[in-house]
């Protein structure tokens, strides 16, 4: 079985996480942008970053055997820096046009501020302007109300429904994104957000379409393997190998391949080269390099 996590946050992660994650059968990841714990409090600071996303993560999770991707954006944590986000919006469109950026996300809410709404919509517009998809996530607290304000807020901009993913939807309100045309992104975690068992009740009682699974792993306390051992437990509820990846592996390149820059086709393990470099970097320390 090939898996498929499209938000996982790799930079968190060490290169043991990567040979795990290859050896369970994810063979392609996305990685938004995102709150790296401290806050950032220059624009040069998201310049560096975001050269990472779509430079050295890139070429080290190629060494380990998984394609990489990216979505490019201000995050929702840091966004109510006015005076830096004004700064990091004006430089995002060049970031917009690489090569591997997918999805303008993540975005949306985490405190629902009037400079969140601001620059929700502003990355929204931005989307629709480079024909980008939407990655959005929700807010952990007031959940419910900041999904509805979500959905608000995108027939407000007016992007289709079709090119949006909310994320991080529980039983509360994946019915609330149901009643659109926006696809449905649930983050498998440990202790919070979405388990296994859970996901599964949620696909049983919903059904596959549009349906997207992922482990949203970081620097908190996360597994990088909750895609695989979702599909371990649908498989144990009795879905088949087919369903199954569907949602693990078809879905989610299905709705970023809206970008032109993903395909069902191209996500395959890369040919493993350790003896490469990426700007004279190796992904070595003193061990024999693989190749093949």
């Known amino acids: 079985m090939r898996y498929f996590d499209p938000h996982i946050h790799m930079m968190s992660r060490t290169t043991d996480d ?23 409090t220059h624009a040069g600071s998201f310049i560096d970053y975001f050269d990472a996303l779509v430079g050295w993560e890139r070429f080290r999770a190629s060494q380990f055997g998984i394609r990489h991707y990216c979505t490019i954006a201000m995050n929702p944590k840091e966004a109510n820096n006015v005076a830096v986000t004004e700064e990091v919006l004006r430089i995002m469109p060049r970031y917009l046009e690489k090569d591997g950026v997918v999805a303008v996300g993540e975005i949306g809410y985490d405190d629902m501020t009037a400079a969140e709404d601001r620059f929700f919509a502003e990355q929204m517009q ?49 019915p609330l994104v149901m009643e659109t ?75 970023f391949a809206q970008s032109g820059r993903i395909s069902v086709d191209e996500v395959a393990p890369p040919e493993i080269d350790q003896t490469r470099t990426w700007e004279d970097n190796s992904v070595l320390r003193g061990q024999e390099p693989v190749v093949g």
């Not at 696809?183 to 388990?195: A, L």
């Open 126 to 174: 931005m989307a629709v302007e480079h024909e980008l998809p939407v990655l959005i996530h929700t807010p952990h607290r007031d959940k419910k109300n900041g999904t509805e304000r979500t959905i608000a807020l995108i027939r407000e901009v007016g992007i289709p429904e079709h090119m949006v993913v909310i994320d991080h939807l529980n039983e509360i309100t994946l």
């Open 18 to 40: 990567y040979e795990a994650m290859a050896a369970a059968g994810i063979v392609g990841v996305i990685e938004p942008a995102f709150w790296q714990g401290q806050p950032r």
């Open 181 to 255: 045309d926006c696809w449905r992104g649930h983050s498998i975690y440990p202790h919070t957000k979405m388990s296994e068992q859970r996901m599964v009740a949620l696909l049983q009682q919903y059904g596959t379409e549009k349906m997207i699974v992922n482990s949203a792993a970081d620097w908190g306390r996360s597994d990088p393997l909750k895609v695989p051992k979702t599909g371990e437990a649908m498989r144990e509820a009795g879905f088949d190998e087919a369903t199954i990846e569907k949602v693990l592996f078809l879905n989610p390149i299905e709705f």
